[in-house]
T-cell receptor, first 113, second 110 residues
Framework: EAQVTQNPRYLITVTGKKLTVTCSQN?????MSWYRQDPGLGLRQIYY???????DKGDVPEGYKVSRKEKRNFPLILESPSPNQTSLYFC????????????FGNGTRLTVT | RKEVEQDPGPFNVPEGATVAFNCTYS??????FFWYRQDCRKEPKLLMS???SGNEDGRFTAQLNRASQYISLLIRDSKLSDSATYLC???????????FGTGTQLKVEL
């Protein structure tokens, strides 16, 4: 089954404790992206990657890091999480080209206390 | 002005009603358009792409008006199961960017 898999689904952590949210896709998509979703603000792009070893900032990259060492994986790293990073996070992938839709993972709900 | 704007709703409609949502976009160079459906706190799922000539998928019809820079989604004979948030998504090729509207909430009631 074609899918984007995120882990964990739920994560509660404390300020400053480094964490990684994993994302993997089995559709051989070149493009992968991370979003956060907050009430009233919609989905905002954090980082995206056009291919292996090619990453770029989205609209809200501060406080986040990513890496793309393999085509299928695109982890999101929070080196020193803060409470304002409490949010619902989605990973997504798609084929290149404007007509290709995004396929989303099922989300990670992060709470930073 | 936001790049992609939607009326947040909620739109409360009776079962069987026809309901329409609009979404406006600011970048005239936008190339591709999509409607996604999102159930509460779950991942967005593609409902349909929007083609220049308009397209239909069962009870759902999507249209694009490039001159006025908006897309629309029409739902006929609405069902309780149509209750969700509908997200408008716009692709702009220059920045290879997909921009999401904040969504329109639909509640279908008995």
């Amino acid at each position: 089954e074609a899918q984007v898999t995120q882990n964990p689904r739920y994560l509660i952590t404390v300020t400053g404790k480094k964490l990684t949210v994993t994302c993997s896709q089995n559709m051989n998509h070149e493009y992968m992206s991370w979003y956060r979703q907050d009430p009233g603000l919609g989905l905002r792009q954090i980082y995206y990657s056009m291919n292996v070893e090619v990453t770029d900032k989205g609209d809200v990259p501060e406080g986040y890091k990513v890496s793309r060492k393999e085509k299928r994986n695109f982890p999101l790293i929070l080196e020193s999480p803060s409470p304002n990073q409490t949010s619902l996070y989605f990973c997504a992938s798609r084929r290149p080209g404007g007509g290709s839709p995004l396929h989303f993972g099922n989300g990670t709900r992060l709470t930073v206390t | 002005r936001k790049e992609v704007e939607q009326d947040p709703g909620p739109f409360n409609v009776p079962e069987g009603a026809t309901v329409a949502f609009n979404c406006t976009y600011s970048n005239s160079a936008s190339q591709s358009f999509f409607w996604y459906r999102q159930d509460c706190r779950k991942e967005p799922k593609l409902l349909m792409s929007v083609y220049s000539s308009g397209n239909e998928d069962g009870r759902f019809t999507a249209q694009l008006n490039r001159a006025s820079q908006y897309i629309s989604l029409l739902i006929r004979d609405s069902k309780l199961s149509d209750s969700a948030t509908y997200l408008c998504v716009v692709f702009t090729g220059g920045g290879n960017k997909l921009t999401f509207g904040t969504g329109t909430q639909l509640k279908v009631e008995l």
